[in-house]
């Protein structure tokens, strides 16, 4: 009779895997969230190893990881890594320091993922040397000055389906990104969407509305104020000029009852 393995025997080795992949107690009560975010980087699974890599003529390195399905940013990047292309995968997330040690990098881009959320952090490292960002056909609404604070660069931010509202119009004096990429976000929804907000440029919104008092400043609005401080000053002048009649024609009756007192020939 042959020998069955029961299932507790199997699943042994697989709660040993879940228990190594979980971070030591002493990390989760008393690290700091960076040492966390790159504990997480050290235990994902590379997928550096399906990417292309292509060195360049003045001695960086090229990595295209282009449409390979990635759910994480691969470890095992090289650190002379100047150009990373990452579209075209299935990235929703990424967590803070996802790209600390490549700090010659100058071009990255992570287009057509389904990026909706970026962790402040998340381009830590790369204020020096990253010089253009594709964020295009992603899934953000805001624009966050911790993750994009610092990054004096040109980003393309087309495609995303922007919120426009109070904290995106303060977020923009925050940002160090080239002012065209700025003119590309478009709102697809917005806190004003009934006065035609929708489908404007946000630098342009916010020229004409304060979105966080949701009052226009436009050109109108001060043509309709100088409109009525003209016509407030004209009503109190007349009413003015009014009371000041009254009193000159009280004072003329006065003086002519005065003087038809005086009439030596008026009869007594």
């Not at 056909?137 to 004096?152: A, C, I, K, S, Y």
Request: hydrophobic share 45%; net charge neutral.
């Amino acid at each position: 009779m042959s020998l069955q393995p029961s299932s507790s025997v199997v699943s042994v080795p697989r709660m040993l895997l879940l228990l190594l992949m979980l971070p030591p107690p002493s990390l989760v009560m008393t690290s700091s969230p960076r040492a966390m975010a790159l504990w997480r980087r050290s235990n994902r699974v590379s997928s550096i190893s399906a990417c292309q890599q292509t060195a360049a003529a003045y001695g960086g390195l090229t990595v295209r990881c282009s449409g390979l399905r990635l759910t994480q940013v691969p470890v095992g990047l090289s650190n002379h890594t100047t150009r990373l292309f990452l579209n075209k995968n299935l990235l929703g997330f990424l967590p803070a320091y996802s790209f600390s040690d490549l700090f010659l990098l100058d071009e990255l881009d992570l287009s057509h993922n389904q990026l909706s959320l970026l962790e402040a952090g998340c381009f830590f490292g790369l204020a020096p040397s990253l010089r253009y960002l594709d964020l295009s056909f992603n899934r953000l609404t805001t624009l966050d000055p911790d993750v994009l604070g610092g990054l004096q660069v040109q980003a393309n931010l087309t495609q995303n389906p922007w919120h426009c509202d109070c904290s995106m119009q303060m977020s923009i004096p925050q940002l160090d990104v080239d002012e065209s990429s700025l003119d590309k976000v478009i709102c697809l929804t917005s806190d004003l969407p009934n006065l035609g907000a929708v489908g404007l440029p946000l630098v342009l919104l916010v020229e004409d509305w304060d979105l966080c008092q949701s009052v226009r400043r436009t050109s109108e609005m001060l043509t309709m104020v100088t409109m009525f401080i003209w016509f407030f000053m004209l009503i109190s002048y007349l009413f003015y000029y009014i009371r000041q009649n009254q009193a000159v024609a009280r004072r003329h009756l006065e003086y002519l009852k005065f003087l038809e007192s005086r009439d030596p020939f008026r009869p007594r």
